[in-house]
């Protein structure tokens, strides 16, 4: 879905598909990155949209929750990406914002066995890996 969240996805979210909406998430498709709300804000007013912050804010937090957007915490705030709509987890370089998306079969079995040890039924999990990416380790 991260490259074709369109109007239907939006109205199947709950949504509107509004100029702003719309706006926003072309500014993230095909984004490797995740970026603030100030960052994009930034790049959008760069780009001659005439947008608001408050707006853009308001924007990336109701297509989180709707879950369209995954968020991420970074120094204090919260950064956003358009992932896929398959069961993922992320590896996250501190360095550059790069999220890499982690297949759900690589976390799953580690996490069917640590439950499983401790006699734990698993309800649900999200797994978000920081560190470096080998870019910036090289760099």
């Known amino acids: 879905m991260a490259e074709t969240v369109t109007s239907d996805a939006l109205r199947d979210a709950g949504l ?4 702003q909406r719309t706006t926003v998430l072309d500014a993230l498709r095909g984004r490797a990155e995740a970026i603030t709300a100030q960052d994009l804000h930034g790049e959008l007013r760069a780009a001659g949209e005439p947008v608001g912050l408050t707006t853009v804010y308001r ?3 109701s297509l989180a929750d709707a879950g369209l957007l995954d968020a991420f915490p970074r120094d204090g705030e919260q950064a956003f990406r358009l992932c896929s709509d398959d069961h993922h987890h992320h590896l996250i370089c501190e360095a550059c914002n790069r999220v890499d998306e982690i297949t759900a079969e690589e976390v799953e079995r580690w996490v069917d066995s640590v439950a499983s040890r401790r006699g734990f039924r698993v309800t649900g999990h999200r797994a978000d890996v920081f560190g470096v990416c080998s870019d910036c380790g090289r760099a």
């Open 16 to 19: 509107r598909a509004t100029r």
């Open 59 to 61: 924007t990336l937090s």
